[in-house]
């Protein structure tokens, strides 16, 4: 079936260094691929999207790029803040016709000042 | 801003209780789910509807029921409460499948 696979967290990093996150999918359809972000207290959000291969979805200086090659969707940013603290999740909807949204386990990110 | 309120943040029940989870959206979105989410496992969806009084089971619906009568309240239910029912659940809702709007969760403890 389909599924998301994700890094195990937590991953701990110091203000301004380079994050990745990894995220695999496995679908039978042309999936679109999301990231989800969960800050402290909070419910999840979305944090970008992308809907076809070689898409690049990117908010808030997060970019990730659709690769159907590789069956990946990679979290990156540059310059990670204190404030990027919290739990990422990579998910997916198999296809325009899916009536739901498959999560990843969720990895947590905690910055270090 | 799309709002989806969770009835209660934290909420503490005795196994074989009945227990009700209140979730309402103020957007008239068509769409509602209700997840749960484990440690490690991440977010399994339980129920959703797509209308009133229409509900689709999802991957986990063992031991839960739903309701919406109203298209603003999608209600979940624990029909009688087990210890392995203790999880934090997510309500959601959306227009479109493509972007969900979250509430922030009830942390449920079944003792």
């Known amino acids: 079936g389909d599924s998301v696979t994700q890094m195990e967290g937590p991953v701990t990093l110091s203000e301004e260094a380079f994050l990745t996150i990894n995220c695999t999918y496995t679908?039978?359809?042309?999936?679109?691929l999301f990231w989800y972000v969960q800050y402290p207290g909070e419910g999840l959000q979305l944090l970008l999207k992308?809907?076809?291969?070689?898409d690049k979805g990117s908010n808030k200086g997060f970019e990730a790029t659709y690769r159907k090659e590789t069956t990946s969707f990679h979290l990156e940013k540059g310059s990670v803040q204190v404030s990027d603290s919290a739990v990422y999740f990579c998910?997916?909807?198999?296809?325009?016709?899916?009536?739901?949204?498959?999560f990843g386990s969720g990895t947590r990110l905690s910055i270090r000042p | 801003d799309v709002k989806v309120t969770q009835s209660s943040r934290y909420l503490v029940k005795r196994t074989g209780e009945k227990v009700f989870l209140e979730c309402v959206q103020d957007m008239d979105h068509e769409n509602m789910f209700w997840y749960r989410q484990d440690p490690g496992l991440g977010l399994r969806l339980i129920y959703f509807s797509y209308d009133v009084k229409m509900k689709e089971k999802g991957d986990i619906p063992e031991g839960y029921s739903v309701s919406r009568e109203k298209k603003e309240r999608f209600s979940l239910i624990l029909e009688s409460a087990s210890t392995n029912q203790t999880s934090m659940y997510l309500c959601a809702s959306s227009f479109s499948w493509e972007k969900l709007f979250f509430g922030s969760g009830t942390q449920l403890s079944v003792l």
């Open positions: 679908a039978t359809g042309y999936p679109s």
């Open positions: 992308a809907t076809k291969a070689d």
């Open positions: 998910a997916l909807r198999a296809d325009s016709s899916a009536s739901k949204i498959i």
